[in-house]
Nanobody
Framework: QVQLVESGGGLVQAGGSLGLSCAAS????????MGWYRQAPGKQRELVAT???????NYADSVKGRFTISRDNVKNTVYLQMNSLKPEDTAVYYC????????WGQGTQVTVSS
């Protein structure tokens, strides 16, 4: 069983920055893709960014140029640096870690005030 612990998030003014991290532990044989998703009130969960084990990244168009995803394969941790935040970035952010199944974090709230 894989446990994911997210940290970071909070309240920030528009234009500000926040960082998220998600550490995986437990019965981990191999971690493949790691990623971040978000869900705003009344909306479906959407992809924010993913990163493969080899470091290839993929971003939603809405965050390109503002968010950066990275990972530490030794620490089994994925990070999301969010800059130039906008009110529309307000959501609960979830990390996702692919082992033999997809594992989800508990979610962390990010609120951007205008």
């Amino acid at each position: 069983q894989v446990q994911l612990v997210e940290s970071g998030g909070g309240l920030v003014q528009a234009g500000g920055s926040l960082g998220l991290s998600c550490a995986a532990s437990g019965s981990i044989f191999r971690i493949n893709t790691m990623g971040w998703y978000r869900q705003a009130p009344g909306k479906q969960r959407e992809l924010v960014a993913t990163i493969t084990r080899g470091g290839n990244t993929n971003y939603a168009d809405s965050v390109k140029g503002r968010f950066t995803i990275s990972r530490d394969n030794v620490k089994n941790t994925v990070y999301l640096q969010m800059n130039s935040l906008k009110p529309e970035d307000t959501a609960v952010y979830y990390c996702n870690v692919e082992t033999i199944v997809h594992n989800w974090g508990q979610g962390t709230q990010v609120t951007v005030s205008s």
